[in-house]
C-alpha cells in the first residue's frame, strides 16, 4: 500500500491525499488536484512544495502546485533527511497506529488513516508547537481554563488511543 500526504511545515499539519496499491503519476496528480481544490484558497499560501524523485511525480503533479505560486523543491538524491518532518510523520505513524493493528484491506487502511491523522491534527500535542495541536480546537481552549473538572477518557481505534476530553 502507498500512502500519498502532504505535511504543512509550520504548522505540521497533515494532509492525507489518498491510498492505492498501485501508483501511476496519472494517480498522484489527480490526488494533488483533489487537494488543491478541496484546501481551495489555503494553498496560495504555500510557497514551497518539497518533494523527493520518485517518478510517480511528473510534471502534472508539479504544475498543480505550481497554479497555486508554490515553488518546487526536490529533494537531493539519497537525502532523507532532507525531507526529514515528513520522514518523522512516517515513523509516528507506523509505530503509534499501523504496526499496533492488523488492517486487512484498502478500506479498511483508509479509514484508520483518516482517523489516525484527524487525532494527529485535533488532539495529538507537538512539542515544535509548544505542545499544541497542529489545528487549534476546543480541547486547548478548556486546557487553559482555571478549573477542568472532571476528564472524560474516549477510546480511538479500538483503544489504541485514548482521547481526554473535559466533561462538561
Not at 520518485?54 to 505550481?66: E, L, P
Request: hydrophobic share 40%; glycine share 6%.
Amino acid at each position: 500500500m502507498y500512502v500519498l500526504f502532504f505535511v504543512e511545515l509550520a504548522s505540521r499539519r497533515v494532509h492525507l491525499a489518498g491510498v492505492t496499491t498501485h501508483p501511476t503519476g496519472w494517480w498522484v496528480a489527480q490526488q494533488a488536484r483533489h487537494l488543491a481544490a478541496v484546501l481551495n484558497d489555503e494553498t496560495t499560501a504555500f510557497k514551497f512544495l518539497i518533494r523527493d524523485r520518485d517518478a510517480k511525480f511528473t510534471r502534472a503533479f508539479d504544475d498543480v502546485w505550481r497554479s497555486t505560486g508554490a515553488e518546487i523543491i526536490r529533494t537531493p538524491v539519497q537525502a532523507p533527511n532532507a525531507n526529514s518532518i515528513a520522514e518523522r510523520w512516517v515513523g509516528t505513524v507506523r509505530r503509534e497506529c499501523l504496526d499496533q493493528l492488523l488492517v486487512v484491506g484498502c478500506q479498511q487502511r483508509i479509514r484508520v488513516l483518516r482517523t489516525y491523522v484527524e487525532q494527529y491534527n485535533l488532539h495529538r500535542p507537538h512539542r515544535s508547537l509548544a505542545f499544541a495541536t497542529p489545528l487549534p480546537s476546543e480541547r486547548g481552549a478548556a486546557r487553559s481554563a482555571p478549573n477542568v473538572g472532571q476528564l472524560r477518557r474516549r477510546d480511538v481505534l479500538g483503544g489504541l488511543i485514548h482521547q481526554n476530553d473535559c466533561a462538561a
